[in-house]
């Protein structure tokens, strides 16, 4: 049952995204760069958020969450060059130099660890020029299967020069019918509990939403 059920969702979720022909003309040399309202060691704090303009999120070729539509902000049928992400890195480091942060959230409309949105060697860049402006703290969105990978854990902690890096994981529901069949997540418990076991090994912190 469970398992006719997925099917017929990831069915309609399909459907639907192949109703949505055109997409936003996007400036790829520049990231989305807003503010969210958040509470920091119990002072208001007005997070800086800065999202990558990259390839979507990989599981959009599924049909992606039921809940999600960023990739309208990502680079539907276009991709996107070297020159243009390092232009983006470029952006948000002009916009952390001289400021104090306590942190900011730095990530891709997908996963920040998928090496399909952002390759390996310009995250690591990009994680050691923010180190570099005296930033300590950064956090990142990214699915949990992008998380087990222990080694591209460590790369990220170690150019990041004895900041704390922080992922936060779209869980959406810690009921698996909810997460799975109706949000469309296709994320398993077992997925999440290796991420967690190898984030607590190399010292990255994390949160769910």
């Known amino acids: 049952m469970a398992k006719k059920l997925k099917r017929m969702m990831q069915k309609i979720m399909l459907n639907l995204r192949q109703q949505q022909e055109q997409f ?3 400036n790829y040399n520049k990231p989305v760069i807003y503010k969210e309202e958040a509470n920091f060691r119990g002072k208001a704090y007005d997070v800086p958020l800065f999202i990558m303009r990259t390839t979507p999120c ?19 049928n276009y991709k996107v060059s070297h020159n243009e992400l390092l232009l983006q890195i470029d952006e948000v ?9 306590p942190y900011i959230l730095f ?6 660890l998928d090496d399909k ?3 390996e060697d310009i995250r690591l860049y990009a994680l050691k020029k923010i180190a570099k402006t005296g930033l300590k703290r950064l956090s990142f969105e990214c699915r ?3 998380l087990v990978n222990r080694n591209r854990l460590r790369k990220c902690v170690e150019v990041f020069e004895g900041g704390q890096l922080q992922a936060g994981i779209g869980l959406e529901s ?10 469309h997540k296709g994320l398993q418990d077992s997925v999440i509990s290796k991420a ?6 190399e010292g990255i912190g994390y949160y769910f939403y």
Do not use: Q
């Open 144 to 146: 949990a299967e992008f």
């Open 58 to 76: 990989f599981w959009l070729k599924a049909g992606g969450c039921s809940v999600c539509n960023y990739h309208l902000e990502s680079a539907m």
């Open 117 to 119: 949105e952002i390759p």
């Open 93 to 101: 480091i002009r916009y952390i130099n001289g400021r104090e942060l």
């Open 174 to 183: 810690t009921n698996p019918f909810v997460r799975n069949i109706i949000i």
């Open 107 to 112: 990530t891709t409309s997908g996963s920040f």
């Open 196 to 201: 967690i076991d190898a984030m607590r090994n």
């Open 24 to 26: 936003p003309k996007l």
